[in-house]
């Protein structure tokens, strides 16, 4: 995989952070997406939500897996720490480094591919376990980087960009996440950056597993008719799929709207989905609502976004397991080996 560097030329007056860096210092490299890919902009989010908190590069953690999204890694914080695993196993590789250095932050970004199908097993422990990262899905219902094919997010009635329909029914990582008790939940679209900044800024604050749950519209493969996550509703006309490998240059899709109102968001194949922001008299820490109202609004062809649910007392991977404050890398061996009386003591468990 080859990355562009960006020149670090900055200007002198752009404003600095608590830590006396400028946005410039968040990025990375060069994106190689396809121009108006929602990814993108999903990236700038993570680099102005960085920024603004004033986190410190060299104490970030940065994985992802096999697949579109999981490029994205590299085109923020380019002074932290990146992991490309293999495909759907991310999740385990944050876990073995939170256990090993839980003073660092961790962001993982996988797509729905990644996530819901040969991953589906890693994010679900991960949940479980309460492992304490931010976990930002980009989700766009397609395999993006073997052509298109329906991901396990994709609705039933979905058409491929060759005309096959999907008849499988969908996983909502969303309501997945709270089933399985999640303790921070939320879901937003990549061009409502007002919405989407200040919840990667909750997320990376939370202690705990933390679900970013973004629609991220693929400008290569849900550029045709009858595409539902991108969108679940057709206009009468669109325009022609993309032919060959040519990908034409798209402009940003972005959505501006307040608390409680829906919007029909026209994506760049002519069809749309339709988003609806929370109101202020909703109540993220009730479980049962929540995925109620979530579900309510799916049958009505809405995707509710915003912080749709939050259990901040819920206690953490290390708090589970009573891991000692100092990174588990940091102890000398003589604290880590339990020694011969010790090993003899763990396996009487076991007869």
């Known amino acids: 995989m080859t990355f562009i560097a960006k020149p670090k030329v900055a200007h002198p007056s752009l404003p600095r952070n608590s830590l006396g860096l400028t946005r410039r210092d968040y990025e990375g490299a060069l994106s190689t997406l396809c121009a108006g890919c929602g990814h993108d902009s999903i990236t700038a989010a993570i680099v102005e939500a960085s920024w603004a908190i004033g986190l410190e590069p060299q104490n970030l953690v940065k994985l992802s897996g096999i697949g579109c999204s999981s490029k994205t890694t590299a085109y923020f914080v380019s002074g932290g720490h990146g992991f490309n695993s293999v495909h759907g196993r991310m999740p385990a590789i944050a876990m073995g480094a939170n256990a090993a250095n839980r003073k660092l932050q961790y962001i993982g970004v996988s797509g729905d591919g990644d996530t819901l199908s040969i991953g589906l097993g890693q994010f679900c422990h991960a949940i479980r376990r309460n492992l304490n990262m931010l976990y930002i899905i980009e989700n766009n219902g397609v395999y993006g980087l073997t052509k298109g094919q329906f991901s396990a997010s994709a609705d039933i009635g979905t058409k491929a960009k060759k005309g096959e329909t999907n008849f499988q ?23 409502d950056k007002q919405q989407l900044v200040p919840l990667i800024q909750a997320g990376l604050k939370h202690e705990g597993f933390a679900l970013i749950d973004v629609l991220s519209p693929c400008v290569t493969f849900n550029d045709h008719e009858g595409s539902t996550k991108s969108y679940a509703y057709t206009r009468e006309h669109y325009e ?34 339709v988003l609806r922001k929370l109101d202020s008299a909703y109540d993220p820490t009730d479980r049962t609502g929540a995925a109620g109202q979530i579900q309510e609004r ?37 604290v880590l080996s339990p020694g011969s009386k010790g090993l003899e003591k763990v396996l009487a468990r076991y007869r």
């Open 240 to 273: 022609p799929a993309v032919h060959a490998d040519f990908i034409p240059l798209e402009r940003e899709i972005t959505a501006d709207y307040k608390e409680g109102e829906a919007l029909p968001v026209v994506l760049h194949d002519g069809s749309r989905i």
């Open 169 to 191: 029914p969908p996983i909502d990582p969303v309501l997945l996440a709270m089933t399985l008790g999640a303790s921070f939940v939320a879901r937003s679209f990549s061009g």
């Open 298 to 334: 799916m049958r009505a062809g809405e995707y509710l976004t915003g912080l749709l649910y939050v259990e901040p007392s819920q206690n953490e991977f290390h708090q589970v397991n009573g891991t000692p404050d100092a990174p588990l890398n940091s102890l000398p061996y003589e």
